[in-house]
């Protein structure tokens, strides 16, 4: 069993490491339990915007509450949350033996809870972090205490940048909080292996624990299973029916990254958006930010983008907005907006992962909706994104699409092979094509199947995985 402590309760555990000048004490004084605090602070992070205040170009403002959320208590089944005041002693000693953990769980962009002067600049305001916002007695314990350690828990997000695990380890060294005590989770795959060459990278020796927690497949796992349970089925696509189809691909776009943006323009420049479901919204706020890049698009150091920015200007000029099940794209979110129309109405999937970037390894809800939805798929991702599938259980697509594109470490060849396998397969005779998705039904009926029996399995995996990290922990070796 692992005991996580908590500052504070109100009905249920409060978030840990919270800038608490986000309440005010009207809401507190209104508050009867968390959920109300939870919906005024999102009013406050409603207001949340990319430009700061000074309209310094590139600068962004953080929100209110800097990066943290509500304890996730769903994730281990065999666990306490005890308020700090019923661990320590006067001297913030712990009362006994037992394992603490005092869990911080980051929410958002990496740079809220981590912030440095590269995101925010010298000049801004607030630059503290979530380690800076540690509760005295937190503090101490962690200091003092040899079974009182600190987990930073990042399972909704993959992608960490240097600059900002960079901070984590100056303020783990500016207050005196023992590297070995902390455990840092996340959803990037490969996560050992990230964090070794970091280290090597910037010449780190005292070294953190890191661990892989991926909220995917607790969450997508579990929203699966209840809608193939539901008779609600335009949700969810509940049969790979073998014929001909309305469109040959579907490829799902909300945030314009600029390998998204890359995508589009190369799908542009082989014509193969007009007659395929490929969705997008040049007009949104939050993707006005990302057009940034279209001046010197050309002299992109990641991208090949010669030749494609009259590509993107010509959809931002002539079809600014391309949608097909949700006309509002600024909506959408990962969890509770499915629509089963892209993939009834299509062959195939083309994922546009949230990152292709060498040295990331992350795989998102964007690759698991069509495993959800029974639609065979190829994947705009990270290295190895097919590899660390077929590791958590599921089966790919070969021979019946060359995933050769796995394989290869350079992004850009990597992008260019997907898109080359892409083309093949909508240019297969009509023959081809019923023969191709006759041979990949058994697979994406297997998959489906592995996806929604999945959660009970990966929690399980995943207590164990942690009791195995804690129990290295030099505090007597002790798990109660």
Not at 210 to 237: A, C, R, T
Not at 258 to 283: C, M, P, S
Not at 284 to 290: A, G, S, V, W, Y
Not at 457 to 477: A, C, I, S, W
Request: contains cysteine; aromatic residues 14%; glycine residues 4%.
């Amino acid at each position: 069993m692992i005991n996580f402590v908590t500052d504070f309760h109100l009905t249920e555990p409060w978030i840990n490491s919270m800038d608490h000048d986000v309440l005010t004490s009207d809401i507190l004084q209104q508050s009867t339990n968390n959920n109300f605090v939870e919906d005024e602070i999102n009013k406050k992070y409603s207001e949340y915007n990319t430009d700061n205040s000074k309209g310094q170009h590139g600068v962004m403002s953080r929100p209110e509450g800097h990066g943290v959320w509500f304890p996730m208590k769903n994730m281990y089944h065999d666990s306490n949350f005890l308020n700090i005041c019923d661990v320590l002693d006067k001297d913030d000693k712990t009362i006994d033996d037992k394992l603490y953990v005092y869990k911080i769980d980051m929410y958002g962009a990496i740079n809220w809870a981590l912030p440095s002067e590269y995101d925010y600049g010298q000049e801004h305001e607030n630059l503290n972090t979530i380690i800076d916002r540690l509760s005295v007695r937190a503090l101490n314990a962690l200091q003092k205490n040899d079974n009182f350690h600190l987990m930073i828990n990042y399972n909704w997000e993959g992608i960490v940048y240097d600059h900002n695990f960079i901070v984590l380890h100056s303020k783990l060294h500016q207050y005196k909080i023992p590297h070995n005590k902390v455990l840092f989770s996340f959803a990037g795959y490969n996560i050992n292996k990230w964090y070794r060459e970091f280290c090597e990278r910037h010449k780190i020796k005292n070294r953190i624990n890191v661990f892989h927690l991926h909220w995917v497949w607790d969450n997508k796992s579990e929203e699966f299973y209840g809608l193939s349970m539901d008779q609600d089925w335009d949700k969810i696509n509940k049969e790979y029916t073998v014929e001909l189809k309305k469109h040959d691909f579907n490829n799902l776009n909300r945030r314009l990254r600029r390998h998204r943006l890359w995508t589009i323009a190369k799908l542009k420049e082989l014509d193969l958006i007009k007659n395929n479901i490929v969705t997008y919204d040049f007009t949104i706020p939050e993707n006005r930010n990302h057009l940034k890049w279209i001046p010197e698009i050309e002299f992109n150091n990641d991208h090949d983008f010669t030749n494609l920015r009259k590509q993107i200007h010509w959809l931002q000029l002539y079809e600014d907005k391309k949608t097909y099940d949700f006309d509002d794209l600024e909506k959408l979110w990962g969890i509770n907006h499915e629509r089963s129309s892209p993939y009834t109405d299509s062959m195939l999937t083309l994922v546009s992962e949230t990152s292709v970037d060498e040295g990331y390894y992350y795989i998102s809800e964007k690759t698991v909706k069509p495993i959800g939805h029974k639609h065979p798929f190829i994947v705009m991702g990270t290295y190895g994104t097919l590899a660390e599938l077929k590791r958590e259980g599921f089966k790919t697509f070969h021979p019946y699409i060359n995933e050769e594109y796995d394989l290869i470490e350079n992004m850009n060849d990597r992008c260019i092979a997907v898109l080359n396998e892409l083309k093949r397969i909508v240019y297969l005779s009509n023959e081809e094509k019923i023969e191709w998705m006759k041979n990949v039904k058994p697979i994406i009926d297997y998959n489906f199947r592995h996806l929604i029996n999945f959660k009970i399995k990966y929690k399980k995996r995943v207590e164990q995985r942690t009791q195995e990290l804690f129990k290295k922990f030099n505090y007597n070796g002790k798990i109660i």
